[in-house]
C-alpha cells in the first residue's frame, strides 16, 4: 500500500471514530427474491418477518435518522412487497429533511413492477421529493437471462425502463454486476446502453454477507487471467468513454487499482455517512461486511449506531482495504494530485510543450539501473499495442539480447502499463514498464544505453510528440539512438513531418520495414545510411511458428477492422460512411460465399483488443449483428497474443486478412490467404509488392463497388 493510500485510510478511521448521524439510510425493503441471480442466495430465502410501513415510520422517528436526506430502497426484490408504496409514504412523513428517494428493481414482472413503482412516484410528488431508479441488467439478450436465472428477464427490463423514460422525468439507470457467468457480455451491454441512450453502472461481484454469497467463491471474483485483463481494459473504456461523473470516474480507477491486485484506494459512504436499516428492522454498518447491531424495534437506533464503534472499527481494519464493492466517494487530495500528476504530463509531451519539456530535461533526476547490464529503452506505441506490435517487441528485445549476449536490461515505456506488462508476460521477457505520462518517462531516456523507436510507424497522430521528445533527452544525454524496423506516414499535417524528420536525423542507426518508407525517409534526411529489414515481426513470426502445430479446423479465418477516418483520403465524411457499409456489406457476402461453397464457419478473430486503437471486437460485435445475425459463426472474445493468432492462422482452411500484421503473419507462416488494402496504397500494398505477391490483394474500394468479384480460395501458398 502506497504511503498517500495508507495516510487516507488511517484519516478515514480515525474521521469515523468520531460519531457523526448519518446522511443516507439503505432501506433493504425485503429479503426474498424472484431472481436467481449466479452471484447471490437471497433468491433462497423464505419469507419471514418483515417490518411494516408503520414500524418503519417510528423506527425512522429516532434522533438517529434526524438528518437523513436519502433514501435508497433495496432488496430482495422490493416490488414484490404490496405495500410498498407505503413504505415511502411512511418516510416521507418521518423525515422532515428528506430530499429524494431511489429504488433498484429486476423488473422480472414487468406490469407489476411499472404498477408499484408508479404509485412510489406519486407518493414522492405528493410530498415533493425526489425519485431515480435502477433496474439490474447483467448483459445483452440472453446473457441477461443466463445470469439472473429467468428465461425472458431481459425483455421485461428493457420494457421497465423504456417506460419510464418515455413517461418520467426522472433518472432511469441500469445496473450491472459482473462475475464469472456475465464477464465476457458486458461489452455488449454498453453497445446497447448507448444505441438506447441509457445510462448504466458497471460493478464487481462482491462477498456480501445480506446476499448470502460469501461461500460461491467460484463465481465471485474467481477470474482467470485473461478476464482479469478484459475486466480492466472495459473499466478504463468505461472511465474514459462513457462515465461523465468525476465521482463514478474514480470509481472506475479504484477497480482497475484492485484487478491488478491492489488495495481499495477511495473511501466509502458507510465510514462517516450511511446506516443500513434492513427488512427486519435491524441496523447494519454497511451492508457487504457489517454484523447486525440490534433490532431498532426493541432499542433506540442512535444507541446501537454509536454503542457498536468496535465493530465499525473492525470493518475498516479487516474488510474495507480488499472491499471492491462500489460504494462512491469522491476522491482525495492526494488521489487527485495522482490525477493531476498525469494530465499535466500529457500536456508536457504534447507538440506546444515538447521542446521546453526536453530542455528542462537536466533538472530531472535518473533512474536506478543495472551496472553489468546494457539498458535498453524502447519507446513508441506501446500500452495500447496490437498483435503485430507485440511481435515487434519480442524479435527487438530477441535482437538486443543476441547482441548483449543476454546481459541487457530492458525498459519499455508505455500509454497504458497495464496492456504492455500483459504483453511481456505473453512473451516470457521479463522487462520494466515506464508509464509515459509521468517524470520516469524522462528519467528513462536520460538513463539507459539506447532509446529505441520500437517498430510501428512514424505516423501522424498527436502521441508523436511522446518517442519525439524521448529521442530529444537522449540526445542530450549523450545516448544512442536507434529507429528500428519502423514504417513511413500516414503524415499529412507540417507537425507530424517535422517530427519525423526530426527523429530520423537524431539517429545513430535506422531501419525500417518497407522501400517506399526508405526512399521517403532518405528524400527527407538527405542519408544514405538507411537500409530496409522488413518488419520485425516477421522473424519473431518464424521462430514462434515453429513450435506451433495446431490441428486444422473448418474455419475461414477473418481478420478484420474498422475502417477509421485517418484512412479515408479525401473522401468527405458522409461519403467515407456510406463506402464504409458498402464494403461491409460486400465482405459479409464473400465470407458467405466461401463459406457456403466449401462448407465452412466463418471465424472472426481480433488483432486488436484495447479500446485506444480501435478493439476489433467492438467492430465485429456490429458487424455480426448487421451481417451474421443467427448464422453460424465463432467470434474469439478473449484478448488475442501472437501464438494464438498464429495458431488460428496456420489452423484454418483459408485466411481473409485486413489489419496490416495479419497480412504480414499470413504471408510469413505461408499459409492460404487474400488480403483487402485499406490503407489506400500504402502500408498493405507496400508490403505485398516488396514480398513479389500484389495478385494476393484487392483494394477496400473496388471491393465495394465490385458486384462479381470473388475472393480466390487456395491461391498458391508462399
Not at 124 to 151: A, I, Q, T
Not at 614 to 638: P, Q
Request: proline share 4%; net charge negative; charged share 25%.
Amino acid at each position: 500500500m502506497g504511503k498517500a493510500l495508507k495516510r487516507d485510510m488511517e484519516n478515514q478511521y480515525i474521521h469515523s471514530r468520531v460519531f457523526q448521524k448519518p446522511i443516507v439510510v439503505n432501506l433493504l425493503a425485503n429479503d426474498i427474491c424472484n431472481s436467481k441471480c449466479t452471484m447471490c442466495n437471497i433468491w433462497e430465502q423464505k419469507l419471514d418477518f418483515e417490518i411494516t410501513p408503520g414500524q418503519l415510520g417510528e423506527i425512522l422517528k429516532d434522533d438517529l435518522f434526524s438528518e437523513i436526506s436519502h433514501i435508497g430502497v433495496t432488496g430482495g426484490e422490493p416490488t414484490l412487497r404490496k405495500d410498498l408504496p407505503q413504505l415511502y409514504e411512511a418516510a416521507c412523513k418521518a423525515l422532515p429533511n428528506l430530499k429524494g428517494m431511489s429504488i433498484i428493481t429486476n423488473a422480472i414482472r414487468r406490469d407489476q413492477v411499472i404498477e408499484r413503482v408508479e404509485e412510489v412516484i406519486e407518493v414522492l410528488e405528493s410530498h415533493g421529493k425526489d425519485f431515480s431508479m435502477m433496474v439490474s441488467l447483467d448483459g445483452y439478450g440472453e446473457m441477461h437471462d443466463k445470469h439472473r436465472g429467468r428465461p425472458g428477464n431481459f425483455e421485461t427490463a428493457v420494457e421497465v425502463i423504456r417506460h419510464f423514460k418515455k413517461n418520467h422525468p426522472y433518472s432511469v439507470a441500469t445496473g450491472c454486476t459482473i462475475s464469472k457467468t456475465n464477464v465476457w457480455g458486458v461489452d455488449e451491454l454498453l453497445d446497447f446502453l448507448v444505441e438506447e441512450s441509457v445510462y448504466g453502472r458497471f460493478r464487481i461481484a462482491e462477498f456480501i454477507t445480506r446476499l448470502y454469497n460469501n461461500n460461491i467463491t467460484d463465481r465471485i471474483r474467481a477470474f482467470d487471467d485473461d478476464e482479469i485483463y478484459h475486466l480492466i481494459g472495459f473499466f478504463k473504456k468505461l472511465e474514459q468513454t462513457f462515465e461523465q461523473d468525476p465521482t463514478y470516474q474514480h470509481t472506475y480507477r479504484n477497480i482497475q487499482h484492485m484487478l491488478q491486485g491492489g488495495q481499495r484506494m477511495m473511501g466509502c459512504p458507510y465510514h462517516v455517512k450511511g446506516v443500513v436499516l434492513d427488512s427486519r428492522g435491524q441496523i447494519l454498518y454497511c451492508a457487504p461486511k457489517s454484523k447486525n447491531l440490534g433490532s431498532a424495534l426493541k432499542e433506540s437506533a442512535l444507541n446501537l449506531f454509536k454503542e457498536n464503534q468496535d465493530e465499525k472499527q473492525r470493518i475498516l481494519k479487516e474488510n474495507c482495504q480488499d472491499c471492491i464493492h462500489d460504494y462512491h466517494y469522491p476522491p482525495t487530495y492526494e488521489q487527485e494530485s495522482l490525477k493531476y500528476s498525469e494530465w499535466a504530463w500529457n500536456k508536457a509531451l504534447s507538440f506546444r510543450a515538447a521542446k521546453t519539456t526536453a530542455r528542462l530535461a537536466p533538472a530531472f533526476g535518473t533512474l536506478d539501473r543495472p551496472k553489468d547490464r546494457k539498458v535498453i529503452y524502447i519507446t513508441g506505441w506501446y500500452g495500447t499495442e496490437t498483435v503485430g506490435d507485440k511481435a515487434i517487441l519480442g524479435a527487438i528485445m530477441n535482437h538486443y539480447e543476441a547482441e548483449c549476449d543476454g546481459k541487457v536490461e530492458f525498459w519499455i515505456s508505455a500509454y497504458y502499463p497495464f496492456v504492455t506488462e500483459r504483453t511481456l508476460v505473453e512473451l516470457e521477457k521479463p522487462g520494466r514498464v515506464i508509464p509515459v505520462y509521468s517524470a520516469d518517462f524522462i528519467k528513462a531516456a536520460k538513463t539507459a544505453d539506447i532509446t529505441v523507436m520500437g517498430g510501428g510507424p512514424l505516423m501522424g497522430i498527436e502521441a508523436l510528440a511522446t518517442p519525439l521528445t524521448a529521442f530529444r533527452v537522449a540526445k542530450q544525454a549523450g545516448k544512442k539512438l536507434v529507429i528500428f524496423g519502423c514504417g513511413m506516414g500516414p503524415l499529412k499535417e507540417k507537425v507530424h513531418l517535422d517530427a519525423a524528420t526530426e527523429m530520423l536525423k537524431l539517429s545513430d542507426e535506422i531501419t525500417l520495414r518497407d522501400q517506399t518508407s526508405v526512399a521517403w525517409a532518405k528524400q527527407l534526411t538527405g542519408r544514405t545510411d538507411i537500409s530496409c529489414i522488413g518488419d520485425p515481426a516477421g522473424q519473431y513470426v518464424r521462430e514462434i511458428a515453429e513450435n506451433l502445430s495446431p490441428e486444422t479446423k473448418p474455419y475461414l479465418a477473418c481478420f478484420l477492422r474498422d475502417w477509421t477516418p485517418e484512412y479515408i483520403g479525401d473522401l468527405s465524411p458522409e461519403e467515407q460512411l456510406n463506402l464504409k457499409l458498402q464494403f461491409e456489406s460486400r465482405i459479409a457476402e464473400e465470407i458467405k460465399h466461401i463459406c457456403k461453397v466449401h462448407n465452412l464457419i466463418p471465424a472472426f478473430y481480433c488483432m486488436h483488443t484495447f479500446f485506444v486503437g480501435g478493439d476489433d471486437r467492438d467492430f465485429y460485435r456490429r458487424f455480426i449483428k448487421t451481417h451474421f445475425e443467427g448464422e453460424a459463426h465463432y467470434l474469439e472474445h478473449r484478448p488475442s497474443s501472437v501464438n494464438q493468432i498464429i495458431s488460428a492462422m496456420k489452423s484454418a482452411r483459408f485466411n481473409i486478412c485486413m489489419r496490416f500484421h495479419s497480412v504480414l503473419m499470413a504471408h510469413t507462416l505461408g499459409v492460404d490467404f487474400f488480403a483487402i488494402d485499406y490503407t489506400n496504397g500504402g502500408k498493405i500494398k507496400g508490403f505485398l509488392q516488396d514480398n513479389d505477391a500484389l495478385d494476393r490483394m484487392i483494394s477496400l474500394q473496388d471491393l465495394a463497388h465490385s458486384n462479381t468479384f470473388h475472393l480466390p480460395f487456395e491461391v498458391v501458398s508462399t
